[in-house]
């Protein structure tokens, strides 16, 4: 799986029937990073702040920062 941008985060901790949809689309696209947050339902704001806010505040960051193409010299 590419890990270069947490474009998708998704929560919960039943991962095994969940596991193979996420990778299979996190693969399909052309930057992604998955980041699990364990023990969480639904309400990471609430569940956990502080590591969702460090993760979109990252995801902003690299948003922002051209990114790195085959095409590019």
């Given at each position: 799986m ?35 947050y ?5 309400d ?14 990252a ?5 922002q920062a051209?990114a ?6």
């Amino acid at each position: 799986m590419r890990t270069e941008h947490p474009d998708w985060l998704p929560s919960g901790q039943r991962w095994g029937p969940k596991l193979d949809a996420v990778n299979r689309a996190a693969a399909a696209l052309c930057r992604s990073e998955v980041r699990w947050y364990e023990g969480c339902d639904r309400d990471l704001h609430a569940q956990h702040p502080k590591s969702l806010a460090a993760d979109l505040l990252a995801l902003r960051e690299r948003a922002q920062a051209p990114a790195a193409t085959a095409d590019r010299p």
